[in-house]
């Protein structure tokens, strides 16, 4: 079974910090990696996915990494701002049941701090 | 042109009720996979449904049952609410074969 584990569950940075959130997953054989963006009381905002097969990927001040034999992937955030502040969710895709599927962590609760 | 819509967005409900709730897929999208999101913690999977058909289910109590309808919106269905199903469920949909999922605002269901 699949099980995905974020670290720290809360984190709380002054304005312009750079930061990484942790994510680590038991299970290799994935498809791909996502993270998500989510608004008290919101639903979920794609930020970034990465295929198994890619090391990184890079959107404006976010950069995702992945090391699918170690099971981890980091999200780094670059000079930090108050918009910032949101639970960041990761996801991992793969095959459950012969169809595709994501399993979710807990998340990080970001609070960027003006 | 609109994402995934919900519905309703709120709801409140007496423990043994039972509920409905409703989501329309993105434009083009054809798969609608379920989630529950209890507070404080990641969304669990509660099932996918494909061609009118359920593909998939996570691990879930036969009270959650679901239906995709032939223009690919689907409903979530929970009999005999108890506490414990308070939480946010969202629809996400999907293009068949790809990993883009676009997921709704939710719908914050309370029961009392």
């Known amino acids: 079974k699949q099980e995905v584990t974020q670290i720290p569950a809360a984190l709380s940075v002054p304005e312009g910090e750079n930061l990484v959130l942790n994510c680590s997953f038991t299970?290799?054989?994935?498809?791909?990696l996502q993270w998500f963006r989510q608004d008290p009381g919101k639903g979920l905002t794609s930020l970034l996915l990465i295929q198994s097969s890619q090391r990184e990927q890079t959107s404006g001040r976010l950069n995702a990494s992945l090391d699918k034999s170690s099971g981890r992937s980091t999200l780094y955030i670059a000079a930090s701002q108050p918009g910032d502040s949101a639970t960041y969710l990761c996801a991992v895709g793969y095959s459950g049941a012969g169809s595709y599927q994501l399993t979710f962590g807990k998340g990080t609760k970001l609070s960027v701090i003006p | 042109d609109a994402g995934v819509t919900q519905s309703p967005t709120h709801l409140i409900k007496t423990r043994g009720q039972q509920v409905t709730l409703r989501c329309s897929p993105k434009s083009g999208h054809d798969t609608v996979s379920w989630y529950q999101q209890a507070l404080g913690q990641g969304p669990q999977f509660i099932f996918q449904y494909y061609e009118e058909e359920e593909r998939q289910r996570g691990n879930f109590p036969d009270r959650f049952s679901g239906h995709q309808f032939p223009n690919y919106s689907s409903e979530l269905n929970v009999n005999a609410l108890l506490l414990g199903d308070s939480a946010l469920y969202l629809c996400?949909?999907?293009?068949?074969?790809?990993?883009?999922?676009?997921f709704g605002s939710g719908t914050r269901l309370t029961v009392v």
């Open positions: 996400a949909s999907s293009e068949q074969g790809s990993y883009g999922y676009t």
């Open positions: 299970d290799s054989a994935i498809y791909n």
